[in-house]
């Protein structure tokens, strides 16, 4: 039975990133199945629009699909890059849905957030990405959304507390915990130094602006505002090994060989 496989991830339009975070994750995958006919695609149209006016074109997921069942594929495997069962990962699954018609069997990972098991997971990889430092603390900042898929950012903290990072904190930018939450538990822990870094597959927009922009509301000009030394980290988490690894092993289980 021929078989295919599409790493789907958001997209961005920040180059850098888009080099350094997002290609890794999807080389490391297509590589790890050879066998299979891979393809890219990003589920943002305003993104696909930007990098077409730069001459690039980019997949949508409808036409990755469209494109694996003109190749014949058979049994087809999705694997979403997206961080959390959101609004985006649930038009992925409704387009998973609708393939079901046009192959003989189509398999759909989870986001890499999508259970107790991956949270954890990622819960130590980051923990040994910022190791502990007397008087600072960590900020991790997600993007977040009004979807339940929201609860797995207090998940995560949590998971950091539970395992002795109290000094780790969670935020995020559209969802909770949100910056007056974070900075509520800055003034209990009294440090005086926050590492800033994103929570994010790609440090893109709002890396550049909501986390560390020139914007009086930005995360990093709030927090010094209220009187702690900043200290950003512009580094997607698809540029770490561990993280990668992490893909490595959904991709893994959704072929059947974890």
């Known amino acids: 039975m021929r078989e295919g496989l599409i790493v789907v991830s958001f997209g961005t339009a920040v180059e850098r990133a888009r080099q350094e975070e997002i290609r890794p994750v999807e080389e490391a995958l297509l590589s790890q199945a050879p066998g299979l006919y891979g393809l890219t695609a990003y589920t943002s149209p305003t993104i696909r629009r930007i990098l077409a006016r730069r001459g690039e074109t980019v997949l949508s997921l409808e036409e990755a699909i469209q494109a694996q069942a003109e190749t014949g594929t058979e049994r087809l495997y999705l694997l979403p890059t997206h961080l959390l069962p959101g609004w985006e990962y649930d038009k992925i699954s409704a ?135 900043v200290e950003t980290v512009f580094q997607g988490l698809g540029a770490l090994p561990r993280v990668q690894a992490l893909y490595r092993e959904r991709l893994a289980r959704l072929l059947g060989r974890g």
């Open 95 to 229: 387009l998973a849905a609708e393939a079901r018609e046009r192959f003989a069997q189509v398999e759909l990972a989870p986001p890499l957030m999508g259970d107790t098991e991956f949270v954890r997971l990622l819960a130590q990889g980051v923990a040994e990405r910022f190791p502990r430092r007397p008087g600072q603390a960590v900020v991790l900042l997600g993007h977040g959304t009004d979807h339940p898929g929201n609860l797995v950012y207090p998940a995560l903290q949590g998971v950091l507390h539970m395992s002795g990072r109290e000094d780790m904190l969670v935020g995020t930018v559209e969802g909770w915990p949100d910056l007056d939450a974070v900075l509520e538990q800055l003034t209990k822990r009294g440090d005086s130094r926050v590492l800033l870094a994103p929570l994010m597959l790609v440090a893109g927009t709002h890396a550049l602006e909501d986390m560390a922009g020139p914007e009086p509301d930005s995360w990093k000009n709030r927090l010094e505002a209220a009187g702690y030394t």
